[in-house]
């Protein structure tokens, strides 16, 4: 599961425009470091997309992936965000085996989730988890012995946690060339 | 005032003083061809797209500024993927602008059309697929900024033909508005004082100069820190010529190949002076065992080359001779504080290592004519300023470790790539760039026959370049690999002198051609070469096959275990 990796938050303000997205991937891949996920929205600026990218931190020094990407020229601001820091979320999916005798038991596992049927079927239910990884991880386990037909998850997206008495924001924006 | 895009485009390319392109036309870009016969700009016709890559960058090595080349779409555009490659790997300033297939059928798979713009991405700095005739302007604009400021590189434009035909307003931005790119060019004021302390404190130091040095024109600067520290110096693969190698602090190339005192120098040093290099392989050896006493200065305009290899004890991101600059005013400063120890046991530990280990072969009389042999005399026939290229392997090896380069830019060669074939073209986009010098290529026999169609564009176009070939009728280096690695194991490395016969094959195009298979025959040759001066020349010197380049540290091996080769005997090893 995602969030088990050893991994490092990065949020990357990018230009809106084609090939991007190519551009940040392939760099990735031609570094040999990993992506453990990948979310992208628009901002609310138009000229703007945000990236935020889930890093293996064993493929490869934080540093190096930081000032690869900068080196990028879409590629306006990176921060990262360090896990504890950082409030993260993920949507996840999910289609559970529901059939007449087991429905309830997944129903009652949805409610203490406080996740939320979506669709049900004869022999199935879609139900929608929002929340911190961990807790996504932790529904699909739970719901893994009645059958999983198909589960996607979003990958998260991360916001600094918004400072108290001191900044915690860490700026990793490095002097580019 | 309304413009083609294509019109846009010349007009554009002549706004950034553009004074010669590279290239050769093809269905997708002929509508900038034909405001192209109106331009003041020369074109040069070259023979293969790949021709014009290596041109263009031969002109950037040369003359500093960038070079340019031009081809059509699909199988152009992928020709000049190479020298695009190459250009990144040496942070060389090229700009190629590739034609498209319509704008309105692209990803339909139609005649010539290959996602450019896509297979470029990794190779170059930044490219830039046209959809809007009144982008042009703009994104020439940005294409020569990012060639050429910061890290120097290549980039790549692509005009589809839809939008070279269509109507434009045409402008002249004032400036570049790129909000994702702003090198760095000044230098940490604290880590600059960092370094001058790491400096007074050496009593091993060695400067670690890199092709950095010709990029940001540090040559002059470089000199100057190196007299006031009194620091022996290396030049790399790519920095030759960045401390004349007459300099009495000058150790020649370090790395693979280079000479023991360069190699060794760095391996006992406590602190390295790196100036825009880049802790190539081919440089450290074995990283783990390269240079393990030495602390490490690194100055690079490129933050990702900090620490991406070797740690460095003084990280500093700027342009390396603005730090230099700052470097010198700082030392002196720490002059004035404290005195430096005394670096004499050190400088006397390297004279004696430049005594026992010096580079060696031996020509014998009536013997086979040795490859090193015939640089050296072409070496002390030219000119200070004679502009040398190599193309990739053995020659090349030889000619930079025993030329005596005496001004930067003087050398031009594929570092990082080994892009066999490099040599003929690189040449001709160097004469061009610089008609004034002599321009000689020295070149592989392999190597030679990758890319010598180029000496028909030249000798069209009354460019004069000379090659001497060392014809060893092998691959040499993968021969000697295989020779020293491989159990004598010769698979696929030979070539024949005889065929092609390049003497007339020089001569079918357009070239002057001569033999020289003795020692004796070779400075009376070079002299009649030289004399040449309205179309090229090109000399098939028949060289030893036997011979190796020493001295040679095996791959992944640690600089320690340098090979001194077979003149120095048992204990070579």
């Known amino acids: 599961m995602t969030s088990r990796v050893l991994h490092h938050i990065l949020t990357v303000t990018v230009e809106n425009k084609p090939g991007v997205l190519s551009r940040v991937a392939g760099l990735f891949s031609r570094r040999a470091f990993n992506i453990v996920s990948l979310a992208v929205s628009p901002t609310d600026d138009d000229r703007f997309s945000r990236m935020t990218i889930v890093v293996d931190a064993e493929s490869a020094p934080l540093e190096q992936v930081v000032k690869q990407l900068n080196k990028l020229i879409p590629v306006i ?71 999983i037909v198909e589960l996607q998850r979003t990958g998260r997206i991360a916001l600094p946690k918004l400072a108290r008495e001191s900044t915690r924001l860490r700026s990793v924006k490095t002097a580019r060339g | 005032m309304k413009l083609t895009g294509a019109q846009a485009l010349i007009k554009s390319l002549e706004m950034e003083q553009v004074e010669v392109m590279f290239g050769l036309p093809g269905g997708a870009i002929l509508p900038v061809y034909d405001p192209l016969i109106d331009s003041s700009i020369r074109h040069i016709l070259v023979r293969h797209e790949q021709g014009a890559g290596h041109m263009a960058s031969g002109y950037a090595h040369a003359t500093g500024r960038p070079g340019v080349a031009m081809v059509t779409s699909g199988p152009a555009a992928t020709n000049i993927v190479t020298p695009l490659c190459d250009a990144y790997m040496d942070s060389v300033p090229i700009v190629v602008i590739t034609g498209q297939v319509a704008y309105s059928v692209i990803g339909t798979d139609a005649f010539q059309e290959a996602d ?81 302390r790491l400096i007074n404190e050496a009593s091993r130091p060695v400067i670690y100069a890199g092709g950095g040095i010709m990029n940001s024109g540090a040559s002059r600067a470089l000199r100057e820190l190196a007299e006031l520290t009194g620091i022996p110096t290396v030049t790399t693969l790519m920095g030759r010529g960045a401390l004349p190698d007459g300099h009495p602090l000058c150790l020649g190339m370090p790395g693979m190949h280079g000479n023991y005192t360069a190699v060794t120098s760095m391996q006992k040093a406590d602190l390295l002076v790196t100036l825009g290099a880049r802790f190539d392989d081919r440089v450290t050896g074995k990283v783990s065992t390269f240079a393990p006493d030495a602390k490490i200065i690194h100055v690079d305009i490129d ?82 300023d004679c502009i040398l290229v190599a193309g990739v392997g053995q020659h090349q090896m030889w000619a930079s470790q025993l030329w005596k380069f005496k001004l930067p830019n003087t050398w031009v060669n594929s570092g990082g790539l080994g892009t066999m074939g490099y040599a003929v073209p690189a040449a001709v986009g160097a004469k061009v760039g610089r008609p004034d010098r002599m321009v000689w290529a020295i070149d592989g026999d392999g190597c030679f026959q990758m890319t010598a169609q180029e000496l028909v564009t030249a000798s069209a176009e009354r460019i004069p370049v000379k090659i001497a070939i060392l014809n060893n009728a092998y691959l040499g280096m993968v021969r000697q690999w295989q020779e020293l690695f491989y159990e004598e194991r010769y698979s696929e490395v030979y070539l024949s002198p005889d065929l092609p016969d390049y003497v007339k094959w020089a001569e079918a195009m357009g070239c002057i051609g001569m033999r020289v298979d003795n020692a004796d025959d070779v400075v009376a040759t070079i002299e009649k070469a030289n004399e040449i001066d309205d179309r090229p020349v090109v000399i098939d010197f028949r060289t030893d096959w036997r011979e190796k380049v020493y001295p040679m540290v095996a791959a992944g091996a640690s600089n320690d275990d340098i090979i001194l080769g077979p003149e120095f005997g048992e204990g070579g090893r």
């Open chain 1, 77 to 147: 601001k990176i921060t990262e965000v360090p896990p504890a820091e950082g409030v993260e979320r993920e949507l996840m999916l999910v289609i559970v085996k529901a059939a007449a005798e087991t429905r309830s038991q997944v129903t009652e596992l949805t409610a203490i989730f406080e996740a939320k049927i979506v669709d049900v079927g004869y022999e199935a239910m879609t139900i929608m988890v929002v929340g911190e990884p961990e807790k996504l991880d932790a529904f699909s386990d739970l719901v893994k012995p009645f059958g």
């Open chain 2, 116 to 196: 450019t713009v896509g297979i470029t991405m990794p190779v170059t700095k930044h490219n830039w697929l046209i959809s809007d005739a009144q982008d042009i302007p703009r994104v020439v604009r940005e294409a020569f900024h990012v060639a050429t400021t910061g890290r120097p590189g290549p980039v790549l434009i692509d005009l589809p033909k839809d939008v070279a035909n269509a109507p434009m307003e045409w402008y002249w931005p004032e400036k570049v508005d790129l909000p994702g790119y702003k090198p760095n060019v000044k230098g940490h004021p604290r880590q600059i004082k960092d370094a001058a």
């Open chain 2, 303 to 384: 933050p990702a080359e900090l620490g991406k290899v070797r740690f460095a004890d003084v990280p500093i991101v700027g342009d390396v001779r603005t730090v230099i600059e700052e470097l010198i005013k700082a030392v002196k400063a720490e002059h004035a504080r404290t005195d430096p120890p005394d670096i004499a046991p050190w400088i006397a530990q390297i004279r004696d290592w430049q005594d026992r280990y010096p580079l060696k072969y031996t020509q014998e009389e009536g013997g086979p004519l040795k490859p090193q042999f015939v640089i050296e005399r072409l070496r002390d026939n030219t000119p200070d």
